[in-house]
């Protein structure tokens, strides 16, 4: 069965970085694209990150663009997500998912159970 | 950026209760709509894709219409485990979001 386990959350302060990692398994990884999603407490979803399936194309919204990097590594079947210069405003939850078309459908059918980030001094 | 606007931002309604929740897209977009069910603590539940289509394992009761700016997620007879917060989603932009709790 599909799984994504993600996993690199925890508490840093303003300004440093973190990078999340979301295991896949149970389908063809390298066929699908992926995305990062994040839920900050008592908030709705805000997409942060795409990236297709051969990780030649990655697009973000301007409240990551620059700062977040969208990554994966099809060998080891792994997404990630390196955050540098983080911000109050980036503490949430943070969801891989994957894309059910495979390809920009952003209809995103699998998620992850989330890890979560807290910026704070 | 197309927004997307949900109504109601909470609903209060009993077992049994057919149940409809409003999306409106701040310009067309066809039929490129997503609806998903989030309980709190878990990840979201895609329900519906492309306006109308039920996604594989999502109870029939559940049904969504409509294209061009105004859709809506339909519960013909609501389960207890069906209260939830329900998400529309085009694209890159996801709704605020409706929570369907108990009456």
């Known amino acids: 069965q599909v799984q994504l386990v993600e996993s690199g959350g925890g508490v840093v302060q303003p300004g440093r970085s973190l990078r999340l990692s979301c295991a896949a398994s149970?389908?063809?990884?390298?066929?699908?694209?992926m995305y990062w999603v994040r839920q900050a407490p008592g908030k709705g979803l805000e997409w942060v990150a795409l990236i297709s399936y051969d990780g030649s194309n990655k697009y973000y919204p301007d409240s990551v663009k620059g700062r977040f990097t969208i990554s994966r590594d099809n060998s080891k079947n792994t997404l990630y997500v390196q955050m540098n210069s983080l911000r109050a405003e980036d503490t949430a939850l943070y969801f891989c998912?994957?894309?059910?078309?495979?390809?920009?459908?952003?209809?995103?059918?699998?998620w992850g159970q989330g890890t979560l980030v807290t910026v704070s001094s | 950026d197309i927004q997307m606007t949900q109504s109601p931002s909470t609903l209060s309604a009993s077992v049994g209760d057919r149940v409809t929740i409003s999306c409106r897209a701040s310009q067309s977009i066809s039929s490129w709509l997503a609806w998903y069910q989030q309980k709190p603590g878990k990840a979201p539940k895609l329900l519906i894709y492309?306006?109308?289509s039920l996604e594989s394992g999502v109870p029939s009761r559940f049904s969504g219409s409509g294209s061009g700016t105004e859709f809506t997620l339909t519960i013909s007879s609501l389960q207890p485990d069906d209260f939830a917060t329900y998400y529309c989603q085009h694209s890159r932009t996801f709704g605020q979001g409706t929570k369907v709790e108990i009456k």
């Open positions: 149970g389908f063809t990884f390298s066929s699908y694209a």
């Open positions: 492309k306006a109308s």
């Open positions: 998912a994957r894309d059910r078309g495979g390809t920009y459908s952003y209809y995103f059918d699998y």
